[in-house]
């Protein structure tokens, strides 16, 4: 099975800035798929935060972090971002990354750790 791995995340201020790294543990074909970043907040349902087109030329963003987030990858390096601006605690979550075959499809990539982002004064 295929999992991505995440990094970056830490304890950060409200209002505070993080960026996330999400690259393949092993063997992957990285840049012809679709990245999705994921979350899930205490107690809460794992929701998508955002997505990049296998070229990069296509983002989508949860309405929650519209404005906030920005979502980017780097295909030679086989990693894909996700700037986090001007945090709030309700960004508290771990952040989880997978992969797609196509825009609309969901995610065919086994879940990872994730990566604990705390949002706290």
């Known amino acids: 099975q295929v999992h991505l791995v995440e990094s970056g995340g830490a304890l950060v201020p409200p209002g505070g800035s993080l960026r996330l790294a999400c690259t393949a543990a092993?063997?992957?074909?990285?840049?012809?798929?679709?990245i999705l970043w994921y979350r899930r907040g205490p107690g809460q349902e794992r929701e998508m935060v955002a997505k990049?087109?296998?070229?990069?030329?296509?983002?989508d963003y949860a309405d929650s972090v519209q404005g906030r987030f920005t979502i980017s990858r780097d295909n030679p390096n086989e990693t894909v971002f996700l700037q986090m601006d001007r945090l709030k605690l309700e960004d508290t979550a771990v952040y989880y990354c997978?992969?797609?075959?196509?825009?609309?499809?969901?995610?065919?990539?086994?879940w990872g750790q994730g990566t604990q982002v705390t949002v706290s004064s």
């Open positions: 990049i087109s296998h070229d990069g030329q296509r983002m």
């Open positions: 997978a992969a797609a075959s196509q825009w609309w499809m969901s995610p065919f990539t086994s």
């Open positions: 092993s063997r992957f074909h990285f840049k012809n798929y679709v």
